[in-house]
C-alpha cells in the first residue's frame, strides 16, 4: 500500500522559534496533500490542503503566517510552525492523496509538537 | 455543509465478541463516500472500510462491516469477534464525490476486555 511518511516524529522547542515538519509520500506522487491537527482524544482538524506548486487553502480560523506551507514536489509538502508558542503544541498529522486514486487519502504517523 | 455525529465517545467490548460503532452524518447530495478509519495508541490512522454511496451492498472486510443506510443517513461499523489489537479510537469520515476533504466524525474509544 501507499505509504506516507513524516519527520520529525517528535520536536521539542522553545517559544518563540520556528519549527519544520515534513511529509513524505514515499511510492506514489501526491498532487494533494492535507495536514491536520489532532488534540488528545479529539478528532482530526484540518488546517488546509496544498496542491503541487500552488499556494495551500486553509480553512477559516487557520492563521496562515502563522502555518506555512509548501508543497513544492509531488512527493513532499512541509508545515512551519512561525514563532511557536505553547498554544501550538499539539499533535500534527498529514495525509496525501494519490493522482490516480479519487477516494483515498494515505496518513503519515503524525508529529508530536511541544512547545516550552 | 457536512457534518458526521459519532454519538458514542467510548465502547467496550469483551474479547471475541460483537461491537457495533454507530455513525450519522448530513448531506444534501447522492453521491459520496463513507469510510472508517482507526487509530491505535501509535496515532497511525489506518483505513479500515470503505463504502461507496451507490453502492447498496453494504462493504466487508474480513471481521469488519458495515451497515449503510442511505435513507436514514446511517454508517454503523460492526466488528465481529473481537480481538485486544482492535483497541482504538474509531473515527468515521465522509467525503463527496468529487471533493478532497474528508469530514470526520468526533470519534469513538473502543476498549476491548480480555
Known sequence: GAVVSQHPSRVICKSGTSVKIECRSLDFQATTMFWYRQFPKQSLMLMATSNEGS???YEQGVEKDKFLINHASLTL?????????????????CSAKDWRS???QFFGPGTRLTVL | AQTVTQSQPEMSVQ???TVTLSCTYDTSES???????KQPPSRQMILVIRQEAYKQQNATENRFSVNFQKAAKSFSLKISDSQLGDAAMYFCAYKREYGNKLVFGAGTILRVKS
Not at chain 1, 77 to 93: C, R
Open chain 1, 55 to 57: 499556494k495551500a487553502t
Open chain 1, 77 to 93: 509538502s512541509t508545515l512551519t510552525v512561525t514563532s511557536a508558542h505553547p498554544e501550538d503544541s499539539s499533535f500534527y498529522i
Open chain 1, 102 to 104: 479519487y477516494n483515498e
Open chain 2, 15 to 17: 474479547e471475541a465478541e
Open chain 2, 31 to 37: 453521491d459520496y463516500y463513507l469510510f472508517w478509519y
